[in-house]
């Protein structure tokens, strides 16, 4: 569920209330924990023709996309890569036509989406700033707040500039953010108080290693150790 998050309109966090740290006050002081796994779907494309949600998973990054930056001006077009390596293979002219259907869909709403994206994440990373600058001490239990919403950021603002010279056909407001700067800033902001309050951090995991981490480790060994005695 990692990437379809990444991908879900501003009005999806806004309802979700993604980044928010006073949106649950009973759970504040809870530590915040993520899954991640790096994937493509390129080299493993036989999945495609048999497994929906990878399907599904598939079409959602090409809607969201249209090219990627090797080096320099040197441009990755993701569409153009794809359809013609499937053009070669026997079976795939339904992928062919998902690639196309989504090509147009990422041509004509891309924009406007990450548009959205960026304007409600100057909104979470102002509030998230606000809170920690009064209460450092949720750096602690809510570090992974911070870096997931220093990860978005940064993945919006690094599509920005990717595509703002490298789509075909695009909407001048959806490619020129006069409030890229102030999102900058909020990104400045909470990276200054990782910094500052980095001893913070580093207590507040010590103690949690040992006080929850260390007890499930124990618990673990103890189980195995059982099982191989057992055995």
Known sequence: ?????????????RNAQLLSLISAPSTML????????PFGFILCHGILNTDATSLNLWKLALQSSSCLSLYRDEVFHIHKAAEDLFVNIRGYNKRINDIRECKENAISHAGATHRERRKFLRSALKELATVLSDQPGLLGPKALFVFMALSFARDEIIWLLRHADNIPKKIADDFMDKHIAEL???????????????PVMQRYYVQYLSGFDAVVLNELVQVRTQWMWAT
């Open 1 to 13: 569920m990692v990437y379809p998050r990444r991908n879900l309109s501003a009005e999806q966090w």
């Open 30 to 37: 809870n530590p915040a924990q993520s899954d991640t796994m």
């Open 184 to 198: 900058i800033f909020y990104m400045e902001e909470l990276r200054a108080h990782v910094r500052k309050y980095g």
